[in-house]
């Protein structure tokens, strides 16, 4: 191996270290839930390697836990998913020049944690690079996959009780609810979602109802935006338009 790239992944192991480190008890959870759904180890390491995504993957243990279908499974996994188009949009200002290859291999290993090493990394370290950046989502894929495959062997030797793992799972979700409350229009995007999701839940008697709610509640959450985006704009326009009281000039004004 060339200096240079000895350098580069240990530079990227460097920045992504504190990452790696708290990826395992995540990671030995998220393999203990998904061995007690029906996990074996080649799963747990397919869906590691294919998803990367600890929100999403604690979504299929929950989803599975009450035998949900699989295609809502997948739908509500894809939805869940979605923000990586807004991830990867905004880092690939940073990879204009790169090979479509060299691309689709980062596309694959991305998610939200090494995103924000990486994104940093390019803003403030001008030798930042592609490789070095692959190097970061590899290693943090690694460290996810190694304690995703831990955790689901030691699931075949701890016994959980099902109640246990829905009220972890629901905590989990309700604490990344609350992450996002930044301000009313998030909040209200929120409460409807969960108003919707029981009614379409005895509506179908299914988790499609999930699937629907998510997708309303989005709508009804971007109408509302556009709304109070135009609202604005027209205040703006009304308050350029609107002369002052005193029309003063400016030299006037200095000279008193």
């Keep these: 191996m060339s200096r240079d790239k000895t350098v ?55 989803m599975l836990s009450v035998h949900a ?24 200002l940073f990879m204009k020049k790169e090979k479509k290859r060299t691309i689709a291999l980062f596309s694959q290993s991305l998610n939200d944690e090494n995103y924000a090493v990486n994104y940093l ?20 894929l690694i460290s996810w996959l190694l304690s995703n495959i831990v955790g689901t062997l030691l699931g075949s030797m701890i016994t959980l009780d099902a109640d246990m793992v829905h009220f ?5 979700f309700i604490f990344m609810f609350i992450m996002q409350m930044k301000d009313a229009l998030l909040i209200f995007t929120g409460v409807l979602s969960g108003v919707l999701s029981v009614i379409f839940m005895l509506a179908f008697q299914n988790t499609f109802g999930l699937i629907v709610a998510t997708i309303l509640a989005s709508l009804c959450g971007y109408a509302a935006e556009r709304l109070f985006k135009k609202r604005e704009d027209k205040k703006k326009v009304a308050n350029e338009l609107t002369p002052p009281l005193f029309p003063f000039n400016e030299q006037e004004t200095k000279k008193k």
Aim: glycine letters at 4%; a positive charge; aromatic letters at 14%.
């Design 121 to 140: 990394k390019y803003s403030t370290d001008p030798t930042w690079n592609s490789r070095k950046a692959l190097y970061v989502n590899w290693f943090s």
């Design 69 to 92: 279908p699989i295609y809502s499974t997948i739908l509500m996994t894809f939805f869940l998913e979605l923000r990586y188009t807004l991830l990867s949009s905004s880092i690939s």
């Design 168 to 172: 972890a799972l629901t905590s989990m």
């Design 8 to 62: 580069a992944w240990r530079e990227a192991l460097h920045a992504v270290m504190p990452l790696c480190l708290s990826y395992i008890p995540v990671g030995l959870a998220c393999g203990v839930l998904l061995q007690q759904v029906g996990f074996n180890v080649y799963l747990t390491a397919l869906l590691s390697i294919l998803v990367f995504s600890g929100g999403a993957q604690f979504l299929v243990a929950s």
